[in-house]
């Protein structure tokens, strides 16, 4: 069956530090990967996503860059954190389009 | 474009109350439809889904029929539990072309069940 890890679950990071948030899928191949974000436990807005390794695609412009290395493998990072990039970041899969995506756990990011 | 609008909430409900969220689409093609739940601190869970019209999707005590004459798939539950307690979101994946199977999803609806 297939699985979805993200990690870590929570992190506090002072502002102008580094992020990397990591993403892996098992139990299948060439997965759809989305990064979301989550303000406030509600809307979602999807930040990247990739149909293949070293395919990404931005929805939105900011301060925050994802890279696929591997097949399964989806990372979500920034040079330097700003006080806005706290939120709920969700990492997803999809297979068919008409599949629907699984989720993985979430990460809860802090910048102080 | 594709857009999802679901009901504003939050919901508060009673146990046992009867409940139902509503979410309406727009679709340049021909979606497939789901709910997906969120309970506090976690990420999102696929309730259920419709591909086609007139489809019932349900689980959980949960159901929604896709309406494509009213472009609607409100979500119902004959009797709540406190642990229904959750945010729910209404989506759509637009098939073919482009899309990637890219969600788009409702602003999310804040249901609160009491004992």
């Known amino acids: 069956s297939q699985t979805i890890h993200q990690w870590p679950a929570t992190l506090v990071q002072p502002v102008g530090s580094p992020l990397s948030l990591e993403c892996t899928v098992e139990?299948?191949?060439?997965?759809?990967l989305y990064w979301y974000r989550q303000a406030a436990g509600r809307g979602l807005q999807l930040l990247f996503y990739?149909?293949?390794?070293?395919?990404i695609s931005s929805e939105v412009p900011q301060n925050l860059s994802a890279s696929r290395p591997q097949d399964r493998q989806f990372i979500l990072s920034s040079k330097k954190l700003l006080l806005s990039d706290s939120g709920f970041y969700l990492c997803?899969?999809?297979?068919?389009?008409?599949?629907?995506?699984?989720f993985g756990s979430g990460t809860r990011l802090t910048v102080v | 474009g594709n857009s999802v609008t679901q009901m504003e909430g939050p919901v508060t409900l009673s146990e046992e109350a009867f409940l139902t969220i509503n979410c309406t689409y727009t679709?340049?093609?021909?979606?497939?439809l789901f709910w997906y739940v969120q309970y506090p601190g976690e990420g999102l869970q696929l309730l259920l889904k419709?591909?086609?019209?007139?489809d019932k999707g349900s689980n959980k005590g949960f159901e929604a029929t896709y309406r494509k004459e009213t472009t609607s798939f409100h979500l119902e539950k004959g009797s709540v539990q406190v642990s229904d307690s959750a945010v729910y979101f209404c989506?759509?994946?637009?098939?073919?072309?482009?899309?990637?199977?890219?969600?788009?999803f409702g602003q999310g609806t804040i249901l609160t069940v009491h004992p």
């Open positions: 990739s149909v293949g390794i070293g395919q």
């Open positions: 139990g299948t191949s060439n997965p759809n």
């Open positions: 419709a591909t086609k019209a007139d």
């Open positions: 679709a340049t093609g021909y979606p497939s």
């Open positions: 989506a759509l994946s637009d098939r073919g072309g482009t899309s990637y199977g890219k969600l788009t």
């Open positions: 997803a899969w999809s297979g068919q389009a008409w599949d629907g995506y699984t």
